[in-house]
């Protein structure tokens, strides 16, 4: 039963009251629709190069082409590098060794270097006439070619070939061997007056340092490979002979190749 307050409506005008009309489009309003031919890819590219000022092109695909980007020189952004010194080694480097090194670092590589006793290191700086992008880590692996006891004169090559590679390891990850048993291998190592070193320097065209257990070798990677391949017989206990004898094949086989 209707409340007594309640307004009464004829059927029809009900009817008529629940009708809502359907928006109306506007002249200026264009409905867009999606057809198979034009991808995602496409309508944005397309909304971006509406809204850009730069012409750009865009491809089959629907991506867009960009001009390359023009190299501009920037300011001069400095790095450096500290290459700490060894205690024993620290003492050579000031008496006869820094007269010759920082030359080829400075005219050569065109860094800015300095010796800072205090923290017993050598500081490195790349400058603005500093032009190739591999001179910093050049002129590291020159002070630390020193540091591990190479000669000054040996550790210049670093700085012109690139082909020069230093690589360590110690007689323990050969053979584990203490006591006596190990000083027996280093001397079989250095041979009576280095002799056996030098030997193994001059088949392989490379450089040893002995350091205790620790053994570097400089060179190129197949040159490390000949003397480390003869430095590992003579731990595992080869015959001296013997690995002149190979060291005497190589030898002359790297000649023909050459």
């Known amino acids: 039963?209707?409340?007594?307050?309640?307004?009464?409506?004829?059927?029809?005008d009900l009817a008529d009251a629940l009708q809502v009309p359907l928006p109306q489009e506007e002249p200026g309003e264009i409905l867009l629709e999606l057809s198979n031919s034009i991808t995602p890819n496409t309508l944005a590219a397309r909304t971006i190069a509406e809204n850009s000022d730069v012409d750009m092109h865009v491809d089959e695909e629907g991506r867009p082409k960009f001009t390359p980007l023009e190299a501009k020189l920037d300011e001069h952004i400095s790095q450096g590098r500290k290459i700490p010194i060894p205690p024993h080694r620290m003492a050579p480097l000031?008496?006869?060794?820094?007269?010759r090194m920082y030359p080829p670092l400075v005219e050569f590589l065109k860094l800015q270097v300095r010796m800072n006793t205090k923290n017993r290191a050598v500081e490195l700086r790349t400058s603005k006439h500093t032009?190739?992008?591999?001179?910093?880590?050049?002129?590291e692996d020159f002070i630390r070619a020193f540091t591990l006891g190479f000669e000054v004169d040996d550790a210049v090559a670093?700085?012109?070939?690139?082909?020069?590679y230093i690589e360590t390891f110690e007689i323990r990850d050969v053979k584990n061997l203490q006591g006596d048993h190990l000083a027996r291998a280093i001397g079989r190592i250095?041979?009576?007056?280095?002799?056996t070193k030098y030997a193994i320097e001059t088949a392989s065209r490379t450089r040893i340092v002995l350091?205790?257990?620790k053994i570097h070798i400089l060179g190129g990677f197949r040159?490390?490979?000949?003397?480390?391949?003869?430095?590992?017989s003579l731990i595992l206990g080869a015959p001296p002979g013997k690995v002149y004898g190979n060291l005497r094949?190589?030898?002359?086989?790297?000649?023909?190749r050459f």
């Open 131 to 139: 032009v190739d992008t591999g001179s910093l880590q050049k002129g």
């Open 190 to 195: 250095a041979g009576k007056d280095g002799k």
């Open 94 to 99: 000031k008496r006869e060794a820094w007269s």
């Open 249 to 256: 094949t190589v030898a002359a086989r790297m000649k023909e």
């Open 223 to 232: 040159q490390i490979h000949i003397a480390r391949e003869a430095i590992v």
């Open 211 to 213: 350091a205790d257990q």
């Open 158 to 164: 670093l700085l012109r070939l690139d082909d020069l």
């Open 1 to 12: 039963m209707p409340a007594p307050t309640a307004l009464l409506r004829r059927p029809d």
